[in-house]
């Protein structure tokens, strides 16, 4: 009960990946959640061999889906004993840009990955985190601080970083910490063509440490990290 217990989304490939190692690294439990059980368990398999058994559990999680997301936090408590931070890491872009050109079909996933999702992290996690006075931390982006034509994802994380400002509000009331990070183009698969001169998920992974661990006196409200190029 004394390590601290960090659960997050998209956790099965880049960012989220990353920052599980990291994280546990940093001394915490970490529940993993994902659609990909295969990755998931390699993922807890390699850390559980790194830093030790019972460090990470992999639970294949559809987090666009209230009653899975729902029984995936109840298995993290039962197995870890209490929840001391959330990463909602989870989301997706676009295959067709802009509005007129844009698919509704792709904006209904999105939305319901990129926004719906989070809100449910959000409200189905902040009961555990109050008896912890625990963080709440958002993967949103610069599309989410910035005017790009016409991206709907774009709007999506102007979403995530909207809320995330109104949580830290909410969750500052009764002591709870909440942080938005906003990277820019990062080196992961959600671009089908590699980006080696752009940011790495272990950037990202390092951004979450850093607010995971500040003293309790302090909230790091946001983070902005870009390539240098």
Sequence with gaps: ???????????????????????????????????????????????????????ALAIKTDVTQLEELGKAIHTTIEKFGKLDAVFANAGKGLNKAGTENGDPREWDEMIDLNVKSLLWTAKMTLPHLRETLGHFIITSSVAGKIYL????????????????HNLAR?????????????????DTPFFDEPKPDKLKPSDIADALVFALTAPARSTVREIEVMPTN
């Design 1 to 55: 009960m004394n390590d601290k217990v960090l659960l997050i989304t998209g956790a099965s490939s880049g960012i989220g990946e990353s920052s599980a190692f990291a994280a546990a690294k940093a001394g915490y439990k970490v529940a993993l959640l994902a659609r990909s059980e295969d990755k998931l368990n390699k993922i807890a398999n390699a850390i559980n061999s790194e830093f030790g058994n019972d460090t």
């Design 149 to 164: 034509p016409g991206s709907v994802y774009g709007a999506s994380k102007w979403f995530a970083s909207g809320f995330g």
């Design 170 to 186: 909410e969750m500052k009331e009764w002591g709870g910490r909440c942080t938005i990070i906003c990277p820019g183009m990062v």
